[in-house]
């Protein structure tokens, strides 16, 4: 009865320890749901579609850049194709143009005014033949000199924003080509100068090619002074001019390379001052870039100087006095836009020096033409004073 009791008893009890223990239970059950829905969040059905996508991204991926490695491939064969030589097309229309832009065309026509100017203003009779004749020699031997410096400077010229469409620059004409058209043309322009005209015209002539090619050209990476080499290159031609006609270096052939060789400063250096970014690109020693301060001074000096020169044109009895009262205001005016490029030292006084350079010596020179004392009167004077001096010995004579 009693073990009865007990197992009603026990019974009775168990219901009411399930009926406690159940809501642990059931809170440990919903958690274990909660964890089998994390569980099986990541793994349901709507990541597969995420998964496909990701791979045919990945297919897709690995494609293009197939594709894109396919299409680098015929790039880097071109590029390897272009390295490797090849035969330089040219076509003959183009040849004519190239010529004159490698021969530097434009100073060609200024070298050979200034030749002509020279010439002109030599107190001999004027010979249309031999004045032809100095003129081409003239020409031939800037067009070699021009064709040489170009050949030298092709790597320094293509880092200048001036110079890099150059013919050599951009690969117009080989340098083979480039070196045989420049003897081509340094060569018969000395002969002919040499052999047609005078013996003194053609070694100026030479001397003034290897001045421009071998002195000024490298010096223009190595030193300021590679302006004043230049200027004395520039200054050659209206001497050439007038040994031309004369056959002697005399003091007005001195006086017009004097002309010259001031001239070119504040030309030069008017124009040098507003490329000084691309000088220093290109590597070049300009006086605009390593010393500006002497570069206005030096072009105001000589903006003086050409009044002066224009003041000594009677003395040497080259012209009459009134060339050196006409000339006068627009020396003032060079000078006085030199005295302003000095002051200011900017863009817009450079400029306005510049181009007064560019229609002054024009202007100067045919003034001077103008102004020349003529042949005859020479020739009067000198009768004059010969026949002075054969009645003084007469009268000593007993």
């Given at each position: 009865?009693?073990?009865?009791?007990?197992?009603?008893?026990?019974?009775?009890?168990?219901?009411?320890?399930?009926?406690?223990?159940?809501?642990?239970?059931?809170?440990?059950?919903?958690?274990?749901?909660?964890?089998?829905?994390?569980?099986?969040?990541?793994?349901?059905?709507?990541?597969?579609?995420?998964?496909?996508?990701?791979?045919?991204?990945?297919?897709?991926?690995?494609?293009?850049?197939?594709?894109?490695?396919?299409?680098?491939?015929?790039?880097?064969?071109?590029?390897?194709?272009?390295?490797?030589?090849?035969?330089?097309?040219?076509?003959?229309?183009?040849?004519?143009?190239?010529?004159?832009?490698?021969?530097?065309?434009?100073?060609?026509?200024?070298?050979?005014?200034?030749?002509?100017?020279?010439?002109a203003m030599a107190p001999v009779p004027f010979d249309l033949t031999c004045f032809l004749l100095a003129s081409v020699g003239t020409g031939l031997a800037s067009c070699a000199a021009n064709s040489i410096n170009q050949f030298f400077e092709v790597p320094f010229d293509s880092n200048m924003n001036r110079t890099k469409n150059r013919p050599l620059v951009r690969g117009q004409i080989s340098p083979l080509l480039a070196v045989c058209f420049a003897a081509s043309c340094g060569v018969p322009g000395i002969a002919l100068l040499t052999l047609a005209v005078n013996p003194l015209t053609g070694a100026l002539g030479a001397f003034n090619?290897?001045?421009?090619?071998?002195?000024?050209?490298?010096?223009?990476?190595?030193?300021?002074?590679?302006?004043?080499?230049?200027?004395?290159?520039?200054?050659?031609?209206?001497?050439?001019?007038?040994?031309?006609?004369?056959?002697?270096?005399?003091?007005?052939?001195?006086?017009?390379?004097?002309?010259?060789?001031?001239?070119?400063?504040?030309h030069f250096n008017a124009l040098s001052w507003g490329l000084r970014e691309d000088y220093s690109r290109g590597g070049y020693c300009m006086m605009s870039v390593t010393h500006p301060g002497l570069c206005r001074r030096v072009a105001l000096r000589h903006c003086l100087a050409l009044i002066g020169l224009s003041t000594m044109a009677p003395l040497l009895d080259i012209t009459t006095w009134t060339f050196p009262v006409i000339s006068l205001p627009i020396n003032l005016y060079i000078s006085y836009l030199g005295f302003r490029f000095y002051r200011d030292a900017d863009r817009s006084s450079s400029r306005k020096l510049f181009f007064c350079s560019l229609w002054h010596l024009p202007m100067l020179l045919l003034v001077m033409f103008t102004c020349k004392k003529s042949f005859l009167e020479k020739e009067d004077k000198g009768d004059l004073l010969g026949e002075s001096h054969g009645r003084a010995l007469e009268i000593r004579l007993p």
């Open positions: 009865y009693v073990t009865q009791y007990n197992k009603d008893l026990s019974q009775r009890v168990k219901p009411k320890a399930d009926s406690v223990a159940s809501p642990f239970r059931e809170l440990q059950q919903l958690d274990q749901e909660k964890k089998i829905m994390h569980k099986i969040r990541p793994i349901s059905p709507v990541h597969q579609p995420l998964s496909e996508t990701s791979s045919r991204n990945e297919l897709r991926e690995m494609k293009s850049a197939a594709e894109t490695e396919d299409s680098l491939t015929p790039v880097r064969a071109e590029s390897k194709e272009d390295r490797q030589w090849k035969e330089m097309k040219l076509q003959l229309d183009d040849l004519p143009g190239i010529l004159a832009r490698l021969s530097k065309i434009k100073l060609t026509a200024l070298v050979v005014s200034t030749a002509s100017a020279g010439f090619i290897f001045l421009y090619t071998c002195c000024y050209t490298p010096m223009k990476r190595m030193s300021i002074a590679n302006t004043w080499v230049g200027a004395v290159v520039g200054a050659i031609p209206p001497v050439m001019g007038w040994t031309a006609a004369t056959g002697s270096l005399d003091a007005g052939a001195l006086l017009l390379g004097g002309i010259l060789y001031s001239w070119q400063f504040p």
